[in-house]
C-alpha cells in the first residue's frame, strides 16, 4: 500500500521559514521513483512546486520557488522534504506530496499533477504580510 503523509504546515510571517515532511510508506517509497511536492492557493488550480527523483537525487524547481524552496530526502526515513525559505503571502496555499512510478525521467513531468498516482492528504501553509 501507498501512503504518503505530509506534516510542518501552519502560518508564518512573510521572509519566514517552513520545512514540509512528506512521510511515504516503504513500499511507496521503493516503488515510485517521482516524488513532487503541489499546493492548491485558495480558489486556484493544483500547481507543481518542486520534485525529485528517489533514485538519482535530481531535483526541480518551478520559477517562482526556485532559490527559495529546497526539496530533498532522507532514504532512511523514507521522507521528502520541503524547505521553504523567504516566503510570500502569494506561497500561501495547501501543500500537497505525490508520487508516481514513471517511465519518463522525473523533470519531464514533475509539475504536472495528471502525471501522478498517489496523493497525501495536504497541509496548509499560511504566509501572513
Known amino acids: 500500500q501507498v501512503k504518503l503523509v505530509e506534516s510542518g504546515g501552519g502560518p508564518v510571517q512573510a521572509d519566514g521559514s517552513r520545512k514540509l515532511s512528506c512521510v511515504i510508506s516503504s513500499y511507496g517509497y521503493y516503488s515510485n521513483n517521482c516524488i513532487g511536492w503541489f499546493r492548491q492557493p485558495p480558489g486556484k488550480e493544483r500547481e507543481g512546486v518542486a520534485g525529485?527523483?528517489?533514485?538519482?537525487?535530481?531535483?526541480y524547481y518551478t520559477a517562482s520557488v526556485k532559490g527559495r524552496f529546497t526539496i530533498s530526502q532522507d532514504k532512511d526515513k523514507n521522507t521528502v522534504y520541503l524547505q521553504m525559505n523567504s516566503l510570500k503571502p502569494e506561497d500561501t496555499a495547501v501543500y500537497y506530496c505525490?508520487?508516481?512510478?514513471?517511465?519518463?525521467?522525473?523533470?519531464?513531468?514533475?509539475?504536472?499533477?495528471?502525471?501522478?498516482?498517489?496523493w497525501g492528504q495536504g497541509t496548509q501553509v499560511t504566509v501572513s504580510s
Open positions: 505525490a508520487a508516481v512510478a514513471s517511465r519518463n525521467p522525473c523533470g519531464d513531468m514533475y509539475w504536472r499533477p495528471e502525471a501522478y498516482t498517489y
Open positions: 525529485i527523483d528517489i533514485g538519482a537525487g535530481s531535483t
